[in-house]
């Protein structure tokens, strides 16, 4: 029982350390972003915060104009887009 517990948290362990290298990458991307109430943004993503609660965005464009600095709630996104990802393979 033990030995599977310890599996389980390997596993989820690798897990967690991959997305939160693939979060890393993201920074500075230009992102695609589909909201709530059928609102569709764009804007150069920046760092999550630890609870993945929220993102720092830059240059937001959005339906009513354009705002430099936003954070933006992971809570009313359904999907962010990210095309041509630029992996850093150092």
Same mark, same amino acid.
């Given at each position: 029982?033990?030995t599977? #517990?310890?599996?389980?948290?390997e596993?989820? /362990? ?9 979060m890393a %990458? %993201? ?11 059928? /609102?569709?943004?764009s804007c150069? #993503?920046?760092?999550?915060? +630890?609870d ?5 965005? /830059?240059?937001? #464009? %959005?339906?009513?104009?354009t705002?430099p600095?936003?954070? +933006?709630? %992971?809570?009313?996104?359904?999907g962010?887009r990210?095309?041509?990802l630029?992996l850093?393979?150092?």
């Amino acid at each position: 029982m033990d030995t599977d #517990l310890s599996k389980q948290q390997e596993h989820r /362990t690798l897990l967690r350390e991959r997305f939160l290298r693939v979060m890393a %990458t %993201t920074v500075g991307q230009d992102a695609f972003i589909k909201m709530h109430e059928k /609102t569709n943004v764009s804007c150069k #993503l920046g760092p999550v915060d +630890l609870d993945i609660q929220h993102i720092q965005v /830059t240059d937001l #464009l %959005t339906p009513m104009g354009t705002v430099p600095n936003a954070i +933006l709630r %992971t809570s009313d996104m359904f999907g962010i887009r990210v095309d041509n990802l630029k992996l850093d393979q150092s």
